[in-house]
């Protein structure tokens, strides 16, 4: 009788919210695939709002790190991660380990992994604005998670021709569409989540957290929010991130408005029935720019550079900046020029169409030797 092969045991590191988000769909499918063997491991970067996920998503970690220290440096944190993540790794001797994006725990899976000579996988691979400084630290962490791995799953043809410009061979490199598309298309049947506005005014989402515009440049942005709830006609809904520097800069300028609703974090499902409940979406999250366009909803982006240009090109978001004065110009125009929204919530999303943690499955078990192949058609 022919020997059948031991299952290809995949080590899925994950640390925060995002990550959780993009990598379940993977673990799904790797979970449904006999010839997979899904370990989950938890740094718990975002611990308190990662703990809420893991159940909804169908994804049980089987350890978690607990790294985060109260207002801990990247330093003290990075140094957490590798140690914790490098005796993980040599403990349970993953074929692999599957990092996702740019966040401080998915550079260090990847250091770590490389340490101990284990190959890498990179979901949503390619991402750049080639700007170190911004987003920070994330550019830095995603160009060396692309130095250090050996699979590639590039989320758009863009994506992919940035990690050829580097070197990397087209063997290596999967151009799959964004994972997170992929879950937002399986949460959003289930009816599980709950709007969080309160009103039935025009309903506008805000998410602010990047640590390069903390602090004054924000407060500055919290200016223009509450003009924007002024109007009267828009209730601005803001989860808040648990970021003290976050809260300081947005708290003492929005807090107690009666049309700037501010919760505390959402869960996923709440998340996401919000977002389909809204008319306007303004973000610094990367993953916000690729959830909107998929349920018709115009983005404006509150940052100075974006590693998903896609959105901008296809017209379904604007990067409009940090400045408080645009910030507040660029939405009023949204929210009064009619024919300026529709061009925008119109748009077609350019990240995918809901099979991208198929393609990477398909990638990865080509053969039982890992050798990667380019997307199926």
Same mark, same amino acid.
């Given at each position: 009788?022919?020997?059948?092969?031991?299952?290809?045991?995949? @080590?899925?590191?994950?640390?925060?919210?995002?990550?959780?988000?993009?990598?379940?769909?993977?673990?799904?499918?790797?979970?449904?695939?006999?010839?997979?063997?899904?370990?989950?491991?938890?740094?718990?970067?975002? =611990?308190?709002?990662?703990?809420?996920?893991?159940?909804?998503?169908?994804?049980?970690?089987?350890?978690?790190?607990?790294? @985060?220290?109260?207002?801990?440096?990247?330093?003290?944190?990075?140094?957490?991660?590798?140690?914790?993540?490098?005796?993980?790794?040599?403990?349970?001797?993953?074929?692999?380990?599957?990092?996702?994006?740019?966040?401080?725990?998915?550079?260090?899976?990847?250091?770590?992994?490389?340490?101990?000579?284990?190959?890498?996988? /990179?979901?949503?691979?390619?991402?750049?604005?080639?700007?170190? &400084?911004?987003?920070?630290?994330?550019?830095?962490?995603?160009?060396?998670?692309?130095?250090?791995?050996?699979? /590639?799953?590039?989320?758009?043809?863009?994506?992919?021709?940035?990690?050829?410009?580097?070197?990397?061979?087209?063997?290596?490199?999967?151009?799959?569409?964004?994972?997170?598309?992929?879950?937002?298309?399986?949460?959003?049947?289930? &009816?599980?989540?709950?709007?969080?506005? =309160?009103?039935?005014?025009?309903?506008?989402?805000?998410?602010?957290?990047?640590?390069?515009?903390?602090?004054?440049?924000?407060?500055?942005?919290?200016?223009?929010?509450?003009?924007?709830?002024? =109007?009267?006609?828009?209730?601005?809904?803001?989860?808040?991130?648990?970021?003290?520097?976050?809260?300081?800069?947005?708290?003492?300028?929005?807090?107690?408005?009666?049309?700037?609703?501010?919760?505390?974090?959402?869960?996923?499902?709440?998340?996401?029935?919000?977002?389909?409940?809204?008319?306007?979406?303004?973000?610094?999250?990367?993953?916000?720019?690729?959830?909107?366009?998929?349920? &018709?909803?115009?983005?404006?982006?509150?940052?100075?550079?974006?590693?998903?240009?896609?959105?901008?090109?296809?017209?379904?978001?604007?990067?409009?900046?940090?400045?408080?004065?645009?910030?507040?110009?660029?939405?009023?125009?949204?929210?009064?020029?009619?024919?300026?929204?529709?061009? @925008?919530?119109?748009?077609?999303?350019?990240?995918?169409?809901?099979?991208?943690?198929?393609?990477?499955?398909?990638?990865?078990?080509?053969?039982?030797?890992?050798?990667?192949?380019?997307?199926?058609?």
């Amino acid at each position: 009788m022919p020997t059948v092969p031991e299952p290809i045991r995949a @080590m899925v590191v994950l640390g925060t919210r995002p990550e959780a988000i993009k990598l379940a769909p993977v673990v799904r499918a790797m979970s449904a695939d006999p010839r997979f063997e899904p370990v989950v491991v938890s740094t718990g970067q975002h =611990r308190e709002m990662l703990e809420q996920m893991l159940h909804l998503l169908e994804m049980k970690a089987a350890a978690d790190l607990a790294v @985060m220290r109260e207002r801990q440096g990247l330093a003290e944190l990075t140094g957490r991660l590798v140690d914790g993540l490098g005796r993980t790794i040599a403990e349970s001797g993953p074929d692999l380990v599957v990092v996702q994006g740019d966040t401080t725990t998915a550079m260090c899976g990847a250091l770590a992994a490389s340490y101990q000579k284990v190959p890498v996988a /990179h979901v949503e691979a390619g991402l750049r604005t080639g700007d170190l &400084g911004n987003p920070f630290p994330e550019e830095i962490n995603r160009q060396l998670i692309g130095r250090i791995s050996r699979w /590639h799953f590039a989320p758009t043809e863009r994506s992919a021709g940035s990690l050829r410009s580097e070197g990397v061979p087209d063997e290596r490199i999967a151009v799959t569409g964004n994972t997170v598309i992929d879950n937002l298309l399986w949460i959003l049947p289930r &009816g599980q989540g709950v709007p969080a506005f =309160r009103t039935g005014l025009r309903r506008v989402l805000v998410t602010l957290h990047r640590r390069e515009s903390q602090g004054a440049e924000m407060a500055a942005m919290a200016g223009s929010l509450r003009r924007l709830a002024d =109007r009267g006609d828009c209730e601005l809904l803001l989860p808040l991130h648990k970021s003290p520097a976050v809260r300081e800069s947005l708290l003492p300028v929005l807090d107690g408005h009666p049309r700037v609703t501010i919760v505390e974090p959402l869960g996923y499902a709440d998340f996401a029935a919000t977002l389909a409940a809204c008319d306007l979406v303004l973000t610094d999250s990367g993953g916000v720019q690729e959830e909107a366009p998929s349920l &018709g909803k115009p983005v404006l982006v509150l940052r100075a550079t974006t590693e998903r240009p896609e959105a901008v090109e296809a017209g379904t978001a604007k990067l409009i900046g940090t400045d408080a004065a645009v910030l507040y110009d660029e939405a009023t125009r949204l929210l009064d020029d009619a024919a300026a929204y529709a061009a @925008m919530a119109n748009a077609v999303n350019p990240f995918g169409d809901g099979r991208a943690a198929e393609r990477i499955i398909a990638a990865l078990t080509h053969d039982h030797g890992f050798l990667p192949v380019g997307a199926p058609t």
